[in-house]
């Protein structure tokens, strides 16, 4: 029922900056948000997550460079992320779930060259 469309990936040199978006086709009120990255050949792996109050984690390899944030009237969720490095390059998608639903987003890509 609820479509995710990631968008904001590119490349860009180490130390540079991104912010990547997740556009929601229906309200993500009232549930938690995550982002999740996958490099070729590695699992897919929790980068951020915001609750429904906002409330924010991270995990260690992002910790104090990204930042995750959400718009409940905009139906987004953005990632912020600066200081990038090399291994920080993978699909980035974003994920909404919702009672018995799993919702994801078909990624966007970032790589940090070196």
């Known amino acids: 029922q609820v479509q995710l469309v990631e968008s904001g990936g590119g490349l860009v040199q180490p130390g540079g900056s991104l912010r990547l978006s997740c556009a929601a086709s229906?309200?993500?009120?009232?549930?938690?948000m995550y982002w999740y990255r996958q490099a070729p050949g590695s699992q897919r792996e929790l980068v951020a997550q915001?609750?429904?109050?906002?409330?924010?984690s991270y995990a260690d390899s992002v910790k104090g460079r990204f930042t995750i944030s959400r718009d409940n009237a905009k139906n987004t969720m953005t990632l912020q992320m600066n200081s990038l490095k090399p291994e920080d390059t993978a699909v980035y998608y974003c994920?909404?779930?919702?009672?018995?639903?799993?919702?994801w987003g078909q990624g966007t890509q970032v790589t940090v060259s070196s």
């Open positions: 994920n909404f779930r919702q009672w018995r639903n799993d919702y």
């Open positions: 229906g309200s993500i009120f009232g549930w938690p």
């Open positions: 915001i609750s429904s109050g906002g409330l924010t």
